[in-house]
């Protein structure tokens, strides 16, 4: 967990806090139609869990921040430009609310989603 040292004291930042900022930017992003688990076995555990970071896992080393997001997106747009898009509005809104770096933000693309009509 990233921490600032304060003349006055101790800052600490939770995954839990990163992963919920996360999980709101990348709902803003085109195409995202949803987030999904790495895997069955946790995505049946998290919707039990009722636990709305789905999808987002944050890894802490040090001061580097890194964020892996697993995405489903909608059939039909381009898959790179949507990860390119989620990766600069889910560091940008990170680092803005933070005031810390990210270091890496990995895009997994876990599935795509066809309308009915296609």
Known sequence: MPVQEESKGKIDISSATIATITTQAVHQCYGVVGMTSKNLVNGIAQLLSRDN???VEVKVDGEQIIIDV??????GVR???VA?????????HVE?????????VN?????LRMNGEQ
């Open 107 to 111: 895009v997994y693309i876990q599935g």
């Open 53 to 55: 970071r789905r999808g």
């Open 96 to 104: 803005k609310a933070l005031g810390l770096p990210v270091h890496a």
């Open 70 to 75: 697993y995405v489903i997106v909608q059939y």
């Open 84 to 92: 390119e898009s989620i990766q600069n509005t889910v560091k940008f």
């Open 79 to 81: 898959i790179r430009v």
